[in-house]
């Protein structure tokens, strides 16, 4: 969910011009850009995170803690499928952008049926199919036509980002988005135009509750969950099998600094340090 200030920026009919613009510029060759290791924003990042984090515990975690509580998992599964199947259409705009039409066909194929056979999309019909679920994005649209990856970046209420996929952002949502053709294009009183994006928010935040364990046996969140977006990101690029040279090149491997033992040794003393609770109290 973005806010209201940049909601409304992402309506201007600069951004819309600019971001065609860059767009059929980016048409003009395909190759994959390759991964960073470095983080030079560091220092503002993890002010960010702290940011994030304490919204977080504050107030969207205890919502998502609600959510679960007052839902079952049925319920919960029935409105994540939903949300995936609404913003199918992301990625058959992307797959096609990247000129994957076989992609690009699947996932409408998915969409429609879901769409039809699976009331609205509550239901996942097209996976007994056999149809793939494959997610796209136009950030991924830009690693497969060479834009270099950039900084990571962490931004306030968005979370972990790149300076090449923060333009997933305005593209995605002001173009393919139908939840946000839906709100720019209907009148709501007191906002409730964002009521899908807050119930998206609170599904995807109720999903990563069963993970924060292994958030918390991490010697320094920030720096796993760095890592962890950049890996996933690289796996999606590359389809699930990206080149050894390219994830030695983000794991650090080929920096003359990279010292494995040191890490282990700093992991270690974490751990001495935090000894694990038992599972009852996670």
Same mark, same amino acid.
């Given at each position: 969910?973005?806010?209201? /200030?940049? /909601? ?9 011009? #600019? ?82 039409? =076989?992609? #690009? ?74 939840? /946000? ?41 920030? #720096? ?47 751990? =001495? ?6 599972? /009852?109290?996670?």
């Amino acid at each position: 969910m973005l806010p209201t /200030s940049l /909601s409304a920026f992402l309506r201007s009919a600069r951004l819309r011009r #600019a971001a065609l613009l860059v767009a059929i510029a980016l048409l003009a060759g395909c190759s994959i850009a390759k991964p960073r290791t470095d983080d030079p924003l560091e220092k503002y990042n993890r002010k960010a995170y702290a940011f994030n984090d304490s919204l977080d515990k504050a107030v969207v975690r205890p919502v998502a803690v609600g959510y679960r509580k007052v839902t079952n998992p049925p319920v919960r599964r029935a409105v994540s499928d939903f949300f995936t199947n609404i913003r199918m259409p992301i990625t058959i705009a992307n797959s096609l952008l990247q000129a994957r039409p =076989k992609q #690009a066909i699947q996932s409408s194929g998915r969409f429609l049926v879901n769409l039809t056979l699976g009331v609205g999309g509550f239901f996942d019909p097209a996976s007994q199919m056999g149809i793939p679920l494959q997610e796209n994005d136009f950030g991924i649209t830009l690693a497969r036509w060479g834009v270099p990856e950039g900084d990571y970046l962490v931004l306030p209420f968005v979370g972990s980002t790149t300076v090449r996929d923060v333009w997933r952002l305005p593209v995605d949502s002001y173009f393919f988005d139908p939840l /946000s053709y839906v709100s720019r294009n209907h009148d709501f009183h007191y906002g409730q135009y964002y009521i899908p994006q807050v119930l998206y928010l609170v599904t995807l935040r109720a999903r990563a509750i069963d993970a924060e364990s292994f958030l918390q046996s991490a010697y320094d969140p920030y #720096a796993f969950l760095r890592d962890a977006y950049r890996q996933q990101r690289l796996y999606q690029i590359y389809d699930g099998n990206p080149p050894a040279d390219v994830i030695e090149q983000m794991q650090g491997l080929k920096d003359k600094n990279f010292n494995p033992d040191e890490l282990l040794d700093e992991q270690q003393k974490w751990e =001495k340090k935090n000894p694990q609770q038992p599972a /009852s109290k996670q």
